[in-house]
Structure formats: structure tokens, C-alpha cells
């Protein structure tokens, strides 16, 4: 059974910093891209950066320029620094990952439970 687990989160000042990491732990026979989204109350889960096994990162653009997306593949973990962040970035924040646990199984998507992301003074 495949386990992705966040932490990082947290209560926040406008313009502070925070760094997320997620875990995927279990039967993995390969981890492809990696994500992170976010959703806010009333608001659909919105695709905050990816990043391929090969580091190519990608970002939407209300977060370019503040959050860096990295990994480390040896450990299974993504992280999201994010940086001047901004009342507007509270949300709930999802590691996403693109796997197949089994070298005879499909390519599956899989989620984490979700780390709450407070910006407040």
C-alpha cells in the first residue's frame, strides 16, 4: 500500500516563509512526475507546481518567482519552498505523484491527506 505524507504547514505572517515535504512511502516500483495543489474554502483544488524525475519543474503563475518545487528521488519526496507568501496562498496543500507500484501494473494517481497553509498577521 502506497502512503504519500505531508508536513510543513502552519500559521504564517504575510511575507514569511514555509517549506512543505511529502513522502511516499510503500510498494513503489517508480515514481513519475510530482505535484503539489492547493485548495481554499469555496475554491476548486487549483495546480500550484510539478516536477518530472528529471527535475523540470513547472509552476502556476501566481507562484512563480516565490515557491521553488524540488525532489529527491532517492528519498521519495517532493518539497515546496515557498517564500513572500501572501494571505491569498492559505490553503489546504496536496502532494500529488504520478506512480506505478508494480513493474506489471498501469500508471496511477495518488494523494495525500493535505497540509493546512495559514497566511495571517
Known amino acids: 500500500q502506497v502512503q504519500l505524507v505531508e508536513s510543513g504547514g502552519g500559521l504564517v505572517q504575510p511575507g514569511g516563509s514555509l517549506r512543505l515535504s511529502c513522502v511516499a512511502s510503500g510498494r513503489i516500483f517508480i515514481i513519475y512526475d510530482m505535484a503539489w495543489y492547493r485548495q481554499a474554502p469555496g475554491n476548486q483544488r487549483e495546480l500550484v507546481a510539478t516536477?518530472?524525475?528529471?527535475?523540470?519543474?513547472n509552476y502556476a503563475d501566481s507562484v512563480k518567482g516565490r515557491f521553488t518545487i524540488s525532489r529527491d528521488n532517492a528519498k521519495n519526496t517532493v518539497y515546496l519552498q515557498m517564500n513572500s507568501l501572501k494571505p491569498e496562498d492559505t490553503a489546504v496543500y496536496f502532494c500529488?505523484?504520478?506512480?506505478?507500484?508494480?513493474?506489471?501494473?498501469?500508471?496511477?494517481?495518488?494523494w495525500g491527506q493535505g497540509t493546512q497553509v495559514t497566511v495571517s498577521s
Open positions: 500529488n505523484a504520478a506512480m506505478r507500484v508494480a513493474a506489471t501494473l498501469g500508471r496511477g494517481d495518488y
Open positions: 516536477i518530472a524525475s528529471n527535475g523540470n519543474a
